[in-house]
């Protein structure tokens, strides 16, 4: 099992920035995807970014494209997410998430394909 703690969450201006961190332990991380998901008040959980075990290939949402960037450091067992010309409609908790399956191909959007998940950390975009 693994265990994630993400931070860098925060109160934040529109057209701010901040950057997220997920810290993990207790698996080699370098040989799983990650992913980047939010949930909104009242609203499902989304996916934002994934990125490959070895950091080549990254996927994003639509809505944070040109916006959201995400990388990983896995000497640091740690995955970022770089938000910039932050918009008020993200404001959400965002939570880091370890793909079930390792050196697995694809970076996947979908909840079900990953399985260990952090506590998640607040965003506030004020306007």
């Known amino acids: 099992q693994v ?9 934040v201006q529109a057209g701010g920035s901040l950057r997220l961190a997920c810290a993990a332990s207790g698996r080699s991380f370098s040989r799983y995807n990650m992913g980047w998901f939010r949930q909104a008040p009242g609203k499902e959980r989304e996916f934002v970014a994934g990125i490959s075990w070895s950091g080549g290939g990254t996927y994003l949402q639509d809505s944070v494209k040109g916006r959201f960037t995400i990388s990983r450091d896995n000497g640091r067992n740690t995955v970022y997410l770089q938000m910039n010309s932050l918009k008020p409609e993200d404001t959400a908790v965002y939570y880091c998430a370890v793909g079930s399956k390792k050196y697995y191909f694809a970076i996947s959007n979908r909840e079900n394909e990953y399985d260990s998940w952090g506590q998640g950390t607040q965003v506030t975009v004020s306007s």
Do not use: N
């Open 3 to 11: 265990q994630l703690v993400e931070s860098g969450g925060g109160l």
